[in-house]
């Protein structure tokens, strides 16, 4: 059972070697070949989270046994928490690379592009994976220098100049996670994950560790695109071809931000006041300024890169919420609200704020232009489109019964429970301003009677189907919150979080 | 002591660099030096008072070794830091075919 | 280039071609091994493109080869890997050639084949990412 782990990154890297090389030679093979991997790591995720019993897996790469009491070997985790994040991972890259056999064929290169598409996702599916620290850090980079590679795809002027601004920021954020990381092994002598936690828990209160986090929180929340370091994400998510910005805003902002900060700060590090403090902050200064800016927009994908600010804030919220009144002993009912509500609002968001841009994508397609100033009308012309764009809207503003409002909902009871008014009237503002804002995008770009553009036909037979799956998806999701199935996939994903001795029992005595 | 302060001179000079720089290119250099001052910071850590070399010959008798690990961790960053230039490059020299400059106050077709 | 610098590049590029070799080949005895081995062995060619100019040769064709073969080298590494979670221990990356004794040329297991897979990998890639930059050099002023 444990020998499954790294399936999850050796079989996509030997996929797209194979996709290199074959590729050149025999046409549409790369195609076939991603979306048969995809669905197979769609499978093995399914696998575990039905058959695993909800025990954490670990697999020590090439076999070196703990010697004495110290690991040495590098680790490899899956536990319910990892599952559900990769599940979400491989499902939103299956249906954007089922959109992109349509999409792509209007760029050179068509090889190329799936060659880092697939590269982009066995470094995903590597950090969420990853045991200890410095391989975290290897499959980050590589995740991300494909991703600077796929916003530049096109070579038009705007996304060359977006990319070189993405990679000069995501370079300085990679020094400062490094350098974070040496101060650790400084002070502890150890790169594992649940050993750093051991020896963290029985040593004194230092600076120096307050300061390491510090430096960590500038360098994921750059990555996962957070207030203050937010300047790279509405250039580089709006010019990038469509189903790489679904990939990018969905699924990379979360699994290379801010999953790893929740790994890292919930599990590794002590849970401190102040640090939960600084982390609630920061998400609502994101959640409110990202909708401040997001509603003077006429860009299409600007508007929707500016919502994902926003976005992000929510589940911080969530989460920032759970370590302040978990870091004063406090009801650990609330707390246990708070971060599902976070956790569950971080995979709403990948699907629907995903759907939202293959729609722009799909509009794009057709029209030739992202101004929403010349759009309108769409609605007879395109249905397929209109209506799954309609469901996302309604998913984004918190509508029922789709799965925005379960998630808002959970957020903003748990913030009342524990008397932060302030948090939850926030929350509410923001997601009117929210609805107000995508109201305003529905009517410029589909039902606005303006039609004078010609005859436009609906996108091609793969690309609805992707969209109208996960337009089905958007409801279906909210299903995960009945008791039944909240508690075979939801219940432990967060119980990994609060709990630190199960965490270290179960991975320390293998 | 005084070899830290060095370190963090160093990662001053290449955050200088990045932030008032006008040519794209030494942009790129002010990056280089960033990533190269923390490859100096990770190897020196591993010092310890009268080690030798980590590597066991023949006659292995028990001696001090200085710390291997973060020699490894630096020649595998070493690496990412070469593929990370060499996509910063290829993405420069695109920009100077589109734009006819390398002057990054020209490049500007973004805003909002 | 003068015919004295095209003359002496083309005598010691063999010589750090045969150095990069001997440093992949004692990866496991003395320092150096995948990496640096690799880059001596694409600055052996790197040499001869800059001292020759880069009008002597057909730079795509070159570029496609050093593109295919840098494939082929990587999808070995990974094949081999794999193959270690067949045969032996039946873990990823395992150890499964016999190791000989401390000291040997021929000893340590798998670890020779790794080094020099992983050093015609990061030779064949330098090579690629510099014949495009030349071939970018020539689009943009011939």
Redesign the interface.
Known sequence: MENIVPLFVIVPLTAVFLMLIIGRFVRGFSKVLSVFLFAFLVALSLFYIFRGDHISQVYQVGGWKDSGNIPIAIYLLLDPLNVFVLFIINLMALFSTIYSVNYITRYTGENYYYTLFGIMIAGLNGVVIAGDLFNLYVFLEITVIASYALVAFGTAREELEASFKYQVLGGIATTLILFSIGMIYWYTKTLNMPDISRILETSEDLKLVQFCQLMLIAGFGLKAAIMPFHGWLPDAHSSAPAPVSAMLSGVVIKAAGLYVIFRLFFNMFQLTYEISVLITAIGTLSMVVGVFLAIGQWDLKRLLAYHSISQMGYVIIGAGMGMMILSVNGNKLIASLAITGGLFHMVNHAVFKGLLFLNAGAVEYRLGTRDLNKMGGLYEKMPFTSSSSLSASLAISGIPPFNGFFSKLLIIIAAVQAKYYVLATLAVIVSIITLASFMKFQRYAFYNHKSHHGNIKEVPFLMVFSMVSMAVLCLALSLLLIPEIRNFILQPAVDILMGRNEYLINLLNQ | MIVFILCFILFLVGLFGVLTSRNIIKIVIGLSFMEFSVFLFLALIGYVDNGQIPIVSGEATSRVYVDPLPQAMVLTAIVIGLATNAMLLAVAIRIYKKFRTFDIRKITSLKG | MSIIVKKVCQLISGIIFLYGIYIILHGH???GGG?AGGIFLSGAFILLVLANGSHVMNLRHEEEKA??IE??A??IF??L??AG?FIG???????FLPKGH??ELISAGVIPLYNIMVGIE?GASLLT?FL??VI??E??SP
Do not use: M
């Not at chain 3, 221990?89 to 150890?95: E, I, K, L, S, T």
């Open positions: 005895l003395t320092p990496f593109s295919v494939g082929l990587i999808l990974v094949l890997t794999a979670f221990a039946r873990v990823f990356f395992g150890n401390l000291g990061v990412i495009a930059l970018y050099k689009e943009i």
